[in-house]
């Protein structure tokens, strides 16, 4: 579709290189005098002479130059030309035309020099070497193509020397130094295959190896050939360090923004004493450290709280104190002085026998053990008496007549004979009870569910009685177990297998295999209990493990993501932008939003195109009314930095005219005819 101009071009002395004028079948309609086209069915140049079209170089349709040739002469004396051969000079038509090939007998004529560079005319039969007649003796082939054969030599007087190919076959080539050679097989093409989707690379295709999001590629890097260069784009944040960092992640997981945050912040800690309700202290909050009874605290020095224990009572030395008062908390808080006391005289001290004695003053009061009792003088006023029963005489334990000492009634002491002491009269053992090798003989069957069992009891109620009795592991890569094996019999599968072709299907480690009679014999006497569970894979359910410290809660056999971080709710709106901040698993910690405001100098990495687009300001209207071929648009846009263009809205082609900027809000448009009403739409960018 072409470009309307409907103004004027002036190229002010320009060319006009590489013009094709309009090419159509018949005569267009003229616009006015001095329109050309050229007409495609004559092959004529044509021009409107403001009535009609007419073609250039016939009569009357402009100036015709006649200039001689090779051998002719042309003058021109007002509207007449006169052109004439040449015979005289060296340009004479002899000396200018070309060499005359082939027979010149019989009464052929021919123009000859006369030797006073003149032409003349003369017969051939007339030249002084006759008719010129003769006959070919032979005729012979200089070629260096070994495929080349002469058909038939020698050629005398007429004849044809034919030259024929010789050799060669089907799909074969003639190469230059004039062998055959068979065509090689043609280039069949490739397919090249992406994430999504294949293709096909035929001969000649051209495989464009483009960037996606975050990659560009490149070819021709300096110092590389047959090189492609695969490079990941760098976003808008500098390579650094970032303290307590908020950044922000695009969906190739490239950080694209990122900034550092206060070092070694706090969220907030608990703290909580001997009793009460524990407190939240959050960032700013003040940690009071307060004394209680007769406890004080000090702030001094950074970091450091001072607890002292107040003053109670009066310091000081208390000789024989009379009274001492002490407070809740076990403080003394008054002593009152005594006075010394008395002295002794003497006293008397006697036994079960032997003569009673005096102890007076400065006398040393001796307590001495007997047989099985040592005495001693462990602290100040103070004789520990204790039994010792290695001092008593070794007795030997025969029968069941030897005494021994009870305590009868927590009152009477006496002599029992060991006999007649019963075993339940002894207390419950707080250990293993162990009998040596000796047996536990008369006991009658259990009837509680804590009663001991005999060995009759239990091979007659449970051995051979179908109950399950676990017996261990089993390895089925070896047969199972027959001889001595009773109903109920369990084992656990330790190593998988058949038992040797004994079970189908397969027995798995963990699978349970329980005894159907005494004696198993085949695959039918015992009962397979599969499993079919092992540790979950990617692909293969079984039994997971749930690491509470990956940030699980299990609960009721339910697994949860512990509850971080704000919470459910949403935050942001279309005008806003979003901020989060992520622990080292992914979760959402916090999250905040801000009104949007960004700079144009915040705005980089766009093409100029896309950057003027962006910041653009525009004014779009149609003008025409069918008279005016000067309009003026005001557009009020305030500047002489716009950009002007126009369309035709009947069809939308692109439309050319002189446009002028009169002042920063107006501009003028002038047209070679008045379009139309409301036929041109203009549109004016303002740009930033």
Same mark, same amino acid.
């Given at each position: 579709m072409a470009i309307k101009f409907l103004d004027s071009i002036d190229l002010t002395g320009g060319e006009i290189q590489n013009v094709i004028v309009q090419n159509?079948?018949?005569?267009?309609?003229?616009?006015?005098?001095?329109?050309?086209?050229?007409?495609?069915?004559?092959?004529?140049?044509?021009?409107?002479?403001?009535?009609?079209?007419?073609?250039?170089?016939?009569?009357?349709?402009?100036?015709?130059?006649?200039?001689?040739?090779?051998?002719?002469?042309? &003058?021109?004396? =007002?509207?007449?030309?006169? #052109?004439?051969?040449?015979?005289?000079?060296?340009?004479? *038509?002899?000396? /200018? $035309?070309?060499?005359?090939?082939?027979?010149?007998?019989?009464?052929?004529?021919?123009?000859?020099?006369?030797?006073?560079?003149?032409?003349?005319?003369?017969?051939?039969?007339?030249?002084?070497?006759? &008719?010129?007649? =003769?006959?070919?003796?032979? #005729?012979?082939?200089?070629?260096?193509?070994?495929?080349? *054969?002469?058909? /038939? $030599?020698?050629?005398?007087?007429?004849?044809v020397i034919t030259l024929n190919l010789s050799g060669g076959s089907a799909g074969q080539f003639l190469r230059q130094d004039g062998t055959w050679a068979s065509v090689p097989a043609g280039y069949s093409g490739w397919t090249i295959r992406g994430d999504a989707g294949t293709d096909v690379v035929a001969s000649g295709d051209i495989v464009d190896i483009a960037g996606g999001t975050g990659i560009s590629t490149s070819l021709g890097v300096v110092g590389t050939t047959n090189t492609l260069t695969v490079t990941l784009d760098n976003t808008l944040v500098v390579a650094g360090a970032y303290t307590s960092a908020n950044i922000t992640v695009d969906a190739q997981g490239r950080i694209t923004a990122a900034s550092a945050g206060g070092a070694g912040t706090m969220t907030s800690f608990d703290v909580t004493g001997d009793g009460g309700t524990a407190q939240t202290i959050a960032n700013g909050n003040t940690l009071s450290i307060l004394g209680g009874t007769a406890l004080s605290s000090i702030s001094g020095a950074t970091d450091k709280v001072t607890i002292n224990h107040d003053d109670i009572g009066t310091a000081g030395t208390f000789a024989y104190p009379s009274s001492i008062v002490t407070n809740a908390q076990g403080h003394v808080t008054s002593v009152v002085?005594?006075?010394?006391?008395?002295?002794?005289?003497?006293?008397?001290?006697?036994?079960?026998?032997?003569?009673?004695?005096?102890?007076?003053?400065?006398?040393?009061?001796?307590?001495?053990?007997?047989?099985?009792?040592?005495?001693?003088?462990?602290?100040?006023?103070?004789?520990?008496?204790?039994?010792?029963?290695?001092?008593l005489p070794s007795l030997s334990a025969i029968g069941f007549d030897n005494d021994i000492v009870f305590l009868q009634d927590q009152n009477t002491?006496?002599?029992?004979?060991?006999?007649?002491?019963?075993?339940?009269?002894?207390?419950?053992?707080?250990?293993?009870?162990?009998?040596?090798?000796?047996?536990?003989?008369?006991?009658?069957?259990?009837?509680?569910?804590?009663?001991?069992?005999?060995?009759?009891?239990?091979?007659?109620?449970?051995?051979?009685?179908?109950?399950?009795?676990?017996?261990?592991?089993y390895d089925a890569s070896t047969a199972p177990p027959s001889a001595g094996v009773k109903q109920g019999w369990t084992y656990a599968v330790t190593v998988a297998g058949t038992g040797g072709g004994f079970f189908?299907?397969?027995?798995?480690?963990?699978?349970?295999?329980?005894?159907?009679?005494?004696?198993?014999?085949?695959?039918?006497?015992?009962?397979?209990?599969?499993k079919n569970i092992d540790v979950a894979t990617a692909t293969v359910q079984g039994i997971a493990n749930f690491p509470t410290a990956g940030g699980l809660s299990v609960s009721a056999g339910a697994v949860r993501l512990t509850t971080t971080g704000p919470g459910v709710g949403s935050v942001g709106s279309a005008s806003q932008s979003l901020s989060i901040t992520t622990d080292d698993k992914g979760r959402v910690t916090a999250r905040s939003a801000q009104a949007i405001a960004i700079t144009s100098s915040q705005v980089t990495n766009f093409s100029g195109s896309v950057s003027g687009i962006?910041?653009?300001?525009?004014?779009?209207?149609?003008?025409?009314?069918?008279?005016?071929?000067?309009?003026?648009?005001t557009h009020g846009l305030g500047t002489f930095d716009v950009m002007i263009q126009f369309y035709d809205n009947e069809n939308g082609e692109t439309i050319i005219t002189g446009s002028t900027r009169q002042t920063p809000d107006d501009i003028l448009v002038t047209f070679t005819s008045a379009p139309a009403a409301s036929q041109i739409r203009v549109m004016v960018y303002a740009m930033a």
């Open positions: 159509l079948g018949t005569n267009p309609t003229g616009l006015g005098a001095g329109q050309i086209y050229y007409n495609t069915a004559a092959n004529e140049l044509r021009y409107y002479n403001g009535t009609s079209f007419v073609t250039l170089g016939t009569a009357g349709a402009g100036i015709q130059t006649i200039t001689g040739g090779a051998g002719i002469t042309a &003058t021109t004396a =007002g509207n007449a030309s006169t #052109v004439e051969v040449d015979y005289l000079g060296l340009d004479n *038509v002899i000396l /200018s $035309s070309a060499a005359l090939v082939g027979d010149i007998s019989g009464t052929m004529q021919i123009l000859v020099n006369n030797g006073s560079n003149n032409a003349v005319r003369a017969a051939v039969s007339s030249l002084p070497f006759g &008719t010129g007649d =003769g006959s070919v003796t032979s #005729v012979g082939l200089s070629t260096n193509i070994a495929a080349f *054969v002469v058909a /038939s $030599s020698p050629i005398t007087t007429s004849g002085a005594g006075v010394a006391p008395g002295t002794m005289s003497s006293f008397s001290v006697g036994a079960d026998s032997g003569t009673a004695q005096s102890i007076t003053n400065g006398n040393q009061l001796s307590i001495l053990g007997g047989v099985g009792i040592v005495t001693a003088a462990s602290a100040t006023d103070t004789i520990t008496i204790t039994t010792d029963l290695d001092e002491q006496g002599r029992v004979a060991m006999s007649s002491v019963p075993l339940d009269y002894w207390g419950a053992p707080d250990g293993d009870l162990n009998i040596d090798t000796h047996k536990l003989i008369n006991v009658v069957d259990p009837t509680l569910a804590q009663d001991a069992a005999t060995k009759n009891y239990v091979d007659t109620t449970f051995a051979g009685s179908g109950a399950l009795i676990y017996q261990g592991g189908n299907p397969a027995l798995e480690v963990g699978d349970l295999i329980i005894a159907n009679s005494n004696t198993p014999t085949t695959a039918a006497d015992w009962t397979e209990i599969n962006i910041s653009a300001q525009k004014f779009v209207d149609s003008i025409g009314d069918g008279v005016s071929t000067s309009i003026v648009v």
